[in-house]
Nanobody, 124 residues
Framework: QVQLVESGGGLEQAGGSLRLSCAAS????????MGWFRQAPGKEREFVAF????????RYADSVKGRFTISRDNAKNTVYLEMNSLKPEDTADYYC?????????????????WGQGTQVTVSS
């Protein structure tokens, strides 16, 4: 079983930055590909970013490309989401997820483990 704990959410003004962290435990971290998803009130959960086991491959949703950066530190069992140039439409609960798949996974059904989420609010 894998446990994922997100942190770093909060309230930020439009144009500002936040960095989310997700600490993993329970399994060799380098055996897991990681993703970030978000869910705004009244909307479905959507893909934000993906990073492969080694960190050599990443994918982003078009809505965040060029503004958000996903990274990982396998020595610290942690994945990060650096969010810059924040917009009010980035307001959502952000979830960290882990998959044992060797493929690039951008759909929520492809993930095996989920964190509890951290709230991000961007004011205009």
């Amino acid at each position: 079983q894998v446990q994922l704990v997100e942190s770093g959410g909060g309230l930020e003004q439009a144009g500002g930055s936040l960095r989310l962290s997700c600490a993993a435990s329970g399994r060799t971290f380098s055996s897991l590909a990681m993703g970030w998803f978000r869910q705004a009130p009244g909307k479905e959960r959507e893909f934000v970013a993906f990073i492969s086991r080694s960190g050599s491959s990443t994918r982003y949703a078009d809505s965040v490309k060029g503004r958000f950066t996903i990274s990982r530190d396998n020595a610290k069992n942690t994945v990060y989401l650096e969010m810059n140039s924040l917009k009010p439409e980035d307001t959502a609960d952000y979830y960290c997820a882990a998959t044992t798949s060797i493929l690039i996974v951008t759909t929520s059904t492809g993930y095996d483990y989920w964190g509890q989420g951290t709230q991000v609010t961007v004011s205009s």
